[in-house]
């Protein structure tokens, strides 16, 4: 199966800064890669599909680049409500699988 | 509203059975791919396996193929895991998911989650 590689594993950002999250694939996964969001006791919410196209209701200052095995997702000016951990998922072989996750907190 | 609503928290002994359910609402239940995610205490997502509810066409992570089944009765707009003798490695919050424009790619809408505890 495919490995993805979050890194790091935590960024402590303070409000207002940039956040660049990176996820790494063990072998190519074309442009097939998602990203969530999930907040302490809540389901994840898919942010970003297709490497950088925004579902509705996302946040311009959400963007997602990359391909091939590597992709970031870059967060402009991070909002109080950002803070929450950020996954990515691959969609290009089965099994469809996640990276560990990336906490963005306050710093 | 599209929602998927799932069953309330299990505790159970190892070696017991169990099913869980996902009941889909406000959207054609048998267009879109049902998915589930295991998520165990502290840790992150796991991709678990999915089901289409027009055929039950069903993809599984190889780990887990004969250690759950997932199931779907369209009828009644419900999906389900279940296991036949838990252990306690089966601890996890299990969330299902809907396919994000009906394929099987990535999920757009998620249920509140089932916490599933194995304990003796």
């Known amino acids: 199966e495919i490995v993805m590689t979050q890194s790091p594993a935590t960024l402590s950002v303070s409000p207002g800064e940039k956040a660049t999250l990176s996820c790494r694939a063990s072998?190519?996964?074309?442009?097939?890669l998602a990203w969530y969001q999930q907040k302490p006791g809540q389901a994840p919410r898919l942010l970003i599909y297709a490497s950088s196209t925004r579902v509705t209701g996302t946040p311009a200052r959400f963007t997602g680049s990359g391909s091939g095995t590597e992709f970031s997702l870059t967060i402009s000016s991070l909002q109080s409500e950002d803070f929450a951990v950020y996954y990515c998922q691959q969609y290009n072989n089965w099994p469809r699988t996640f990276g560990q996750g990336t906490k963005v907190e306050i710093k | 509203e599209v929602q998927l609503a799932q069953s309330g928290a299990e505790v159970k002994k190892p070696g017991e059975s169990l099913k869980i359910s996902c009941k889909g609402s406000g959207y054609r239940f048998s267009n879109y791919w049902i998915g589930w995610v295991r998520q165990m205490p502290g840790k992150g997502l796991e991709w678990m396996g999915i089901?289409?509810?027009?055929?039950?066409?069903?993809r599984y992570r190889p780990s887990l193929q004969g250690q759950v089944t997932i199931s779907v009765d369209k009828s009644n707009n419900t999906a389900y895991v279940q296991w036949t003798s838990l252990k306690a490695s089966d601890t996890a919050i299990y969330y299902c998911?809907?396919?994000?424009?009906?394929?099987?790619?990535?999920?757009?809408?998620w249920g509140q989650g089932t916490v599933v505890t194995v304990s003796a």
């Open positions: 089901i289409h509810p027009s055929d039950s066409d069903t």
């Open positions: 072998q190519s996964v074309s442009r097939d």
């Open positions: 998911a809907r396919g994000y424009g009906g394929n099987r790619d990535v999920f757009d809408v």
